[in-house]
């Protein structure tokens, strides 16, 4: 390791006061310099709260710049102390490593610069977004993509399976320098979507709470309606299954026949050794 | 701490079924020394006013990972241009911007 500087990436989870885990407010409190990216104006005063000299990465963003070049000079900011010797802690809304780019870049090049530096998982979106809509990914599987990315790129929707996509109110913006896009990108999405979704097909808005005086946002429409839907950068779009899972019938007859293979071939003596040596020997 | 700062704070480690009613923010409020505007806002849960009122930042961005790999500038190095076009790593890249 180079020096005493080290790096903490924290999440704060998304909720005021009920999500921070022990461990993050534990670096927030014992940090020598504490960096903060949160998502609402009364978090960053609550957090101020708890260390008067936070320092604010908000001032770093700027519509003239591209959101790229804010974040490698959130990294740079949090990175100049490290080197200094000091013990940072850079504070982010819900997971540091949830579609952060910035934290992940900080952990890296910290590490790659031979100091210490961890990120502690905090609640995400995501997480408030299985709960508040009852979806379980374990289920019928759940797949997830940046929303712009999903138009940018070809991916392989299942229908079978939830499609989450985030950012969606900034769906389509190549520039990065923008909060919102307009209803015309909306129906570009919404054309991407019409291959495997019918027009009719119910879609969820969500918002997560971020304040415990606010209401999580859990609207539905029709996907075709969609571009007349106000959104956020705050935004998820959830598009519920439109198909039953499909049974791959060729993979199922091969596992019935492994099975029937298995349970007709009687035990042997080495195959007996084999598994108490594996697991019921304490000593091996 | 402010005093809404710390009841916003203790209302998001508070455990209850469901979202927080107007009957119980009232409850939460009433015993509360607050400025008569503060007080308003927060029954209202006009979110920006309480921000406003405690002079906070009237403009917040969120982090976003971008969608893509930057394009680099002219006259950087040309391996990083390779990179970007691996079919495997756009996130990679993306990330690395």
Request: aromatic share 4%; net charge negative.
């Amino acid at each position: 390791m180079v020096g005493n500087g080290s790096l903490a990436c924290v999440g704060l989870g998304m909720l005021l006061g009920g999500h921070l885990s022990p461990r993050a407010r534990s670096h927030i409190e014992t940090a020598d310099c504490v960096f903060a990216a949160v998502s609402d104006p009364l978090v960053e005063l609550w957090l101020q709260d708890l260390r008067p000299d936070l320092r604010s990465l908000q001032p770093l963003y700027d519509s003239a710049k591209p959101r790229q070049q804010t974040y490698r000079e959130m990294v740079e900011v949090m990175l100049v102390e490290v080197r200094a010797g000091r013990r940072v802690c850079g504070v982010f809304y819900g997971h540091p490593g949830v579609f952060a780019q910035a934290p992940h870049e900080a952990v890296a090049q910290a590490r790659k610069e031979g100091f210490a530096a961890v990120m502690e998982p905090g609640i995400s979106a995501a997480d408030c977004l299985y709960a508040d809509l009852g979806v379980d990914p374990g289920r019928v599987g759940c797949q997830h993509f940046e929303a712009s990315q999903f138009l940018f790129y070809r991916r392989r929707v299942d229908p079978g399976a939830y499609l989450v996509l985030w950012q969606v109110g900034l769906v389509g913006d190549r520039s990065y320098r923008r909060r919102t896009t307009t209803p015309a990108h909306r129906q570009l999405l919404v054309e991407r979507l019409r291959e495997d979704y019918p027009e009719d097909h119910c879609v969820i808005v969500y918002e997560a709470a971020t304040l415990p005086i606010s209401v999580m946002r859990a609207e539905n429409v029709a996907l075709i309606h969609l571009p007349q839907i106000p959104l956020s950068m705050h935004s998820t779009l959830v598009v519920p299954p439109a198909a039953a899972l499909q049974p791959d019938a060729a993979m199922l007859a091969r596992i019935a026949a492994l099975e029937d293979a298995t349970t007709t071939a009687a035990p042997t003596a080495h195959h007996q050794k084999e598994f108490t040596d594996v697991h019921c020997d304490p000593a091996a | 701490m402010s005093i809404v700062i710390q009841l916003l704070e203790a209302l998001g480690q508070k455990g209850q079924i469901g979202a927080l009613s107007n009957a119980d923010l009232a409850d939460a409020v009433a015993g509360l020394e607050l400025d008569p505007a503060l007080r308003s806002a927060l029954l209202r849960r006009d979110t920006a006013e309480l921000s406003r009122l405690l002079k906070g930042r009237s403009n917040i961005m969120l982090l976003l990972v971008p969608a893509e790999p930057e394009v680099p500038a002219e006259g950087e190095d040309g391996d990083e241009q390779k990179d970007d076009d691996a079919p495997d790593q756009p996130a990679i890249r993306a990330s690395a911007a």
